[in-house]
């Protein structure tokens, strides 16, 4: 079954702090691999997107990785601030052109000042 | 000013109630999507349509019907046979599938 895990749940971070949010997929065969930002009560933003042959994206301070061999991604923020507050999605497209991607649930981040 | 709108920001629904949403994209895409999110839940898909006349089940789909009669819109109805409509819903585009999804604001729906 084509799965999306995301960690940590939930961060709470200081302000100009670096952190890092991890996603591991099953899916398969892969195509490419999505981060969103989604604010409370409005809709997802897409930040990067990264296919098999990237390993590293960069959208300002957000640098997503990507290793396809171990399925794994990672969304690093650095000099976090209070407007990065929001939840961050990983999204697992299907190879083939697939209507249907795989959301993972989410980590909702809270930058405090 | 390209983007995908959604309307009403807020809906309530009356028991035994029909209620649809709307969802307008002038992105010229032929996708549309439609979810359901529920807190510390993912995105879940309820219906998508990858061309205009044409749309598929989600993997929750039961309760709900939507329409797509013009490539710019992609409205839901929530019908009464909707247990639990209580949620935030997101109307979402794309050229073709694989493809980035462009997010409207959303819809809450709430039930009196």
């Known amino acids: 079954k084509n799965q999306v895990e995301q960690s940590p749940q939930s961060l709470i971070i200081l302000e100009g702090k670096n952190c890092t949010l991890q996603?591991?997929?099953?899916?398969?065969?892969?195509?490419?691999l999505r981060w969103y930002k989604q604010d409370t009560g409005r809709g997802p933003v897409s930040l990067t997107i990264m296919t098999f042959s990237e390993n590293t994206k960069s959208n300002g301070r957000y640098t997503a990785t990507l290793d396809a061999d171990t399925k794994q991604s990672s969304l690093h923020i650095t000099a976090s601030q209070l407007s990065d507050s929001a939840s961050y999605i990983c999204v697992v497209s299907l190879s083939g052109g697939s209507y249907i991607p795989t959301f993972g649930r989410g980590t909702s981040l809270i930058v405090h000042p | 000013d390209g983007g995908i709108t959604q309307s009403p920001k807020y809906l309530f629904r009356k028991e035994g109630q029909n209620v649809t949403l709307s969802c307008e994209q002038n992105l010229n895409h032929d996708a549309m999507y439609w979810y359901r999110q529920d807190p510390g839940q993912g995105l879940r898909l309820i219906y998508y349509s990858q061309i205009v006349n044409d749309f598929q089940k989600g993997d929750i789909a039961e309760g709900y019907s939507v329409s797509r009669e013009k490539k710019e819109s992609f409205p839901l109805t929530v019908t009464s046979a909707q247990k639990n409509p209580t949620a935030f819903y997101l109307c979402?585009?794309?050229?073709?599938?694989?493809?980035?999804?462009?997010f409207g604001p959303g819809t809450r729906l709430l039930v009196l």
């Open positions: 979402a585009s794309s050229g073709q599938g694989g493809e980035t999804q462009y």
């Open positions: 996603c591991n997929y099953t899916v398969s065969p892969f195509s490419n």
